[in-house]
């Protein structure tokens, strides 16, 4: 009997660690640290947008932890010409994204050489 208690045991104690799961994005938006820049990922289509200078959306691909951003558009207002350079960097950085962590409310994107930090808003 006690063989039988153990195989139970053993059985659950693997489909327990197999139910493991990322930290889901879908559906939370956050605010990027060092800047007043967004990201939200709908909940329900792999769609995601946000707002920079200019208001940004596209598509995402999430599998576990790997990330894909497909930026497809963004709205085209002006700004300083500092604030248009930063903005197309981050949207360049947007395009080189394939991991995230979601840790405490923190999301960290990561991509080829980048890092971009945000809080959970």
Known sequence: MKKVYCLWFV???????????TPNIKGKTFIQNNSNYTISFDAKENKFYGKALNNYFGTYKLEKNQLTLELTGSSMMMGSPQDMKNETI???NLSKINSYILNNKTLT?????????????
């Open 90 to 92: 981050y949207f360049e």
């Open 109 to 121: 994107l990561k991509g080829n050489h980048i890092e971009l930090i945000y809080k959970e808003n």
């Open 11 to 21: 059985v659950f104690s693997l489909l327990g660690c197999s139910n493991q799961t």
